[in-house]
């Protein structure tokens, strides 16, 4: 069934009411996408009025709007944006957070700009305090507050924005850089990917990773500076915000040697035997390779993961799926495999299905750091 909406705008949210209001406010403000678009809000268990300043909106907001929360338990982004995916219909989806305000065309921008594989790589302005208490709702509703921004802000973020350009045209692994207080992309491309990765809690990465997993999946992200970008209201950091990005608490599981494209906790969650493998391995290992078949998904298509166990004559035989490297601590691997393997998992002399299992496992989850030759899939 069709979608009603063109667009829906998931807002992630936590104890923030009143920069949340002038969010609404400035979408409620938007113009030419009159019943072309939802907003969700995706809040993080907040503790204070924010579920009043959203019921109250929603009795004169000009666009349907919803609520989804959650009990706080530590800072959960990627959770909050996924519970906004499964709550919203359209079939292209823009994310920011509850402290932003837009331009009035901000969300037209956004449509008339939607491409095909293609997700949209947005940004902001950072409002200062002085100037961030200033902003009423006068201000928003009659776009006046665009006319204090200092120029100077305006000629950094064309700065950023030629970068992005010049990133795009070298097909740059990592860069632009998806944030994701304004970023727009297709459902299917999420879907695809299983959205964000829940694992991550706490300030960070969970953008990166996403990110990485798009392209991984073959989504190209350009920049969408060339025609809009928000503007981020003022407020002290979160307690989990580092001084600098290597101290942050996702920076090690960001890392982990082995990511899968579509992540294991997402909008969906599912297990390792849920995966689509292939496993390779030489004629004297066969019955381990019958059972890990058994155990895990064998697939001829579709291929997620490859399972390679060490042998002379063996080579992967995927190029596209996450590559693992099974071998003892004595084999003999030709430099030509273990280079094209993602990450390597050291096994016994008679390795078990069991001991593979976990070690897979740890692997995944990030409690293991065995990467080939310091390569990752996401990086």
Not at 25 to 46: H, P
Not at 347 to 374: F, M, N, W, Y
């Amino acid at each position: 069934m069709a979608s009603p909406f063109a667009i829906s705008v998931i807002v992630s949210t936590f104890e923030r009411p009143q920069h949340l209001r002038r969010c609404l406010l400035s979408l409620a403000a938007q113009r030419d996408v009159t019943g072309e678009f939802e907003v969700i809000v995706a809040d993080d268990g907040s503790r204070d009025e924010t579920a009043d300043t959203v019921a109250a909106f929603r009795k004169t907001a000009p666009f349907p709007l919803k609520f989804y929360t959650h009990p706080h338990d530590g800072f959960q982004l990627a959770r909050c944006r996924n519970s906004g995916i499964r709550a919203s219909v359209a079939p292209y989806i823009l994310f920011t957070d509850g402290d932003c305000i837009f331009p009035p065309d901000h969300l037209r921008r956004h449509l008339d700009a939607r491409r095909p594989g293609v997700a949209r790589a947005g940004d902001c302005i950072r409002i200062d305090q002085t100037m961030s208490e200033q902003i009423d709702d006068e201000a928003i509703r009659t776009s006046t507050f665009l006319d204090w921004i200092d120029r100077c802000e305006h000629k950094s973020l064309r700065k950023t924005h030629i970068k992005s350009l010049g990133y795009q045209f070298l097909r740059h692994a990592h860069r632009p850089k998806l944030t994701g207080w304004n970023m727009a992309i297709w459902r299917d491309d999420l879907e695809h990917v299983n959205g964000f990765d829940e694992k991550f809690r706490g300030w960070g990465c969970e953008d990166d990773d996403l990110a990485a997993r798009l392209r991984m999946s073959g989504v190209r992200i350009a920049t969408a500076l060339g025609y809009t970008h928000g503007y981020h209201l003022w407020h002290p950091p979160h307690s989990t915000t580092p001084q600098r990005w290597h101290e942050g608490p996702n920076v090690a599981y960001f890392r982990r040697p082995l990511v899968l494209a579509r992540c294991l906790e997402g909008i969906r969650s599912r297990s390792l035997s849920q995966v689509s493998v292939r496993v390779t391995g030489p004629a004297p290992q066969e019955s381990l390779v019958r059972e890990l078949r058994h155990v895990l998904r064998e697939s001829t298509q579709g291929v997620e993961l490859e399972l390679l166990l060490a042998a002379d004559s063996q080579q992967f035989t995927t190029t596209k799926a996450c590559r693992v490297l099974l071998a003892s601590d004595n084999a003999d691997v030709p430099r030509s495999v273990e280079r094209a393997a993602h990450a390597t998992l050291h096994v016994g002399e008679k390795p078990t299905c069991a001991e593979i299992l976990h070690g897979l496992q740890d692997l995944l989850e990030g409690r293991s750091s065995e990467p080939s030759d310091g390569k990752r899939v996401a990086a």
